[in-house]
C-alpha cells in the first residue's frame, strides 16, 4: 500500500478509534486487494510505511464484496463499480479478503 | 484546412544496466535507507547481459522486428523464452550503454558530462559504425579526461558517477554550487531525458521524406523537469532536442500529464498542424532513469532477473495530409474531465464511448485500441496483473452494459480488439503511443481501418490533485481525394508551369 495511504489510515485510526475505521479496497488484483488488506490488520508487509509492525486489526473489504455492495445504493453501485465487477475475478478477491479477515481482524462482526 | 496525419513513429530503447543500480529510485533509495540489504547484495547477479535484452521478444515488438500479436505464440514468462533478435528494427534500435553514454557526452552544451580517455578513445571507433552519427558528432566527445580527474569529480566535488561494465568511466557534474535544481543528479536525469529524446528523432527522421528544415515545431512530453531554483519546471527540453536533432527552423515547448503527456502532446500536435499553425510538428519523449528497476525488489525476491533494464523513447512526425498516411479524427477525442470523477467506469466512458458517441460509432467499430501497453512479464510478478488486458476488459464490460457486445464475447473482444503489453514501464513510454508505429503501417495497407490510442496518467502522485487523468483520440484511414498522394501521379510543380506557361502567352497576345 502506498505510504501516503498507509499515513492516512494511520491517522483516521487515531483520530477516530479503530473500531470506527472500516478500509474500502479497490485493487484490481486478489494478491494487492490481500496485500493491502494485510497492512491495515497485520501491519506493512514490506516494512517500508508507517504501519510497519503496527497491528490495527481494522476491518477491511473490497469494494465487490456482497458486505460493502448491500450496504451502498444500488444505482450508484452499477453506475460506478458494476462494470468491474464483469472484468474482476470476485470469488478469488473475496477469498483473498476472507483469509486475511479471518486471521488478522480484531472485530469479529 | 488540412487534415493532421500520422506519417512516422519511431521507437528506442537504451540497455542500461549499470544505471539501475547507481541512478534507479529503487536502488539509491534502498542504498541510503538500508545499506546492508539482501536486495542490493543479489541485484547485481539479476542483471541482463544486452545480448539477452536483445533477444526478448517483447523488446523486439517495441521496436518493430515482430508484431504484437506474435506474442501470443510465445509461453509466459517471456523472459524464458528468448528470439533471435536485432539490434535494429523497423521503428529504431536498441541502443547499448556504452554507445548512449557517449550521446548523453554529445548531447551536454555546457560541459557538464566528462568521461574518460580511455572510454572515449574506444568509444569513438564503435560509434564511427552507426550510421545515424556524423564525423562532427562523434568530434564533440573531445579527447577525454585522466581517470583521476573523473574520480576527483565524484569524490570530491558531488558528480554523478557514469558507469559502465561496473567501472567509473565517466561522470555529470552539477551545474550550480547550491541549485537543488541543477545538482548533478537531476542533470543527469535530464541529459538521458535529453540524449534519449534526440536517439529517437534521429530515427524518426532516417524513416521519413520530410526535411529537417521542414519541422517547425517540437513538443516533448516526456516525464521530466529542467529549471533552476527560481522555475523547477522552467523548460524546455523540446528546444533542446530540437537543437540537437538540427531543426534549425523549429522551436518548441513542452507538454506535461505523467503517462498522459504524450496522448496530450499529439492532440496538440494534430490541432496545431490542422489550424495550419505549423505544418509538421515532431513529438518526442525520452527515457527515465528514476524507472530503471522500479519493481526490482519483486523480481528478485520471485527469482527472475531485473525486467526494467532498458529506458525507452520515441518520435512521432504530425504533418498535413499528404493522401497516404492515417488521419487524426479531431473530432472524435475523449477527455477525462475534472466532474468525470474516479471510478473506472467512469474513466472508461470518458475515454471511450463518448468520442465514439461523438461520431455514432460503437466499441466494436475501431479495430484496435492501444492503451496502457505495460509489458505483462514485468507487472504481473510485481502484483499489478496484466495491465493492458484489464484495460481490454474493461472496455469489453462497457460494450456488454451498452448492448453492444453478449457477455459471452467479452475475451474474445479481448483477443480481437487489443493485444498483449510489450512496452518497458518508463511510465509516459508504454502509455497509448506504442501501437502508433504499427497501426500507421497496417492502416496504410488497410489490414486495420481505425484505431484508438489512450493515454492516461495518475496526476495524484504530484500530491497536486486527487484527480487521474487520460486523453484519447482516433487514427483512421485517409480518405483525401484531394490531396497531391504521393503515388498519384499528380506533379504540383508540373501544373503550376503550365498554368505559369497559359498565363504568359495569354499576355503576350493580350500585348500584340
Known sequence: ?109 | MTNPVLKNASYILVHAPDMIVHNGTTATVEKKTNQNSEYLEKLRDSLRSYDEVVNYAPNQVFIGNRTPESLNDLAMPWYTQPVKGDRYGKFGEIMPQDEFICMMKISDVFDLVKLSQSFTTELKTKLANHKLFSENEINLLKEGEPEETILSLVVDHHSEGIYHDKKLVGCVKKAHDFDTNLNAHVMFENLVAKASGVLAVKHLMAQTDISFDEVEYVIECSEEACGDMNQRGGGNFAKAIAEGSGFLNATGSDTRGFCAGPTHALISAAALVKSGVYKNVVVVGGGATAKLGMNGKDHVKKGLPILEDVLGGFAVLVSGDDGISPVVNLSLVGRHTVGTGSSPQAVITALITQPLDKGGLKITDVDKYSVEMQNPDITKPAGAGDVPEANYKMIAALGVKRGELEKAELMNFVKKHGMPGFAPTQGHIPSGVPFIGFAIDQIKSSELSRVMIVGKGSLFLARMTNQFDGVSFVMEKNKSENVCAENSGYDESQVKRLIADAMRKLAENLTE
Open chain 1, 1 to 109: 500500500m502506498d505510504l501516503e495511504n498507509q499515513k492516512r489510515v494511520k491517522d483516521a485510526v487515531e483520530l477516530y478509534g479503530a473500531e470506527n475505521v472500516v478500509v474500502i479496497i479497490g485493487a484490481s488484483e486478489a494478491e494487492a486487494a490481500g496485500l493491502a488488506a494485510e497492512t491495515v490488520t497485520a501491519g506493512d508487509p514490506t516494512f517500508a510505511g508507517p504501519l510497519a509492525g503496527v497491528e490495527l486489526g481494522l476491518r477491511v473489504y473490497h469494494a465487490c464484496e456482497p458486505e460493502f455492495k448491500d450496504e451502498v445504493n444500488s444505482d450508484l453501485y452499477e453506475e460506478q463499480i458494476s462494470m468491474m465487477e464483469m472484468v474482476l475475478d470476485v470469488d478469488e478477491i473475496i477469498s483473498e479478503m476472507q483469509t486475511i479477515r479471518n486471521e488478522f481482524c480484531k472485530f469479529n462482526d
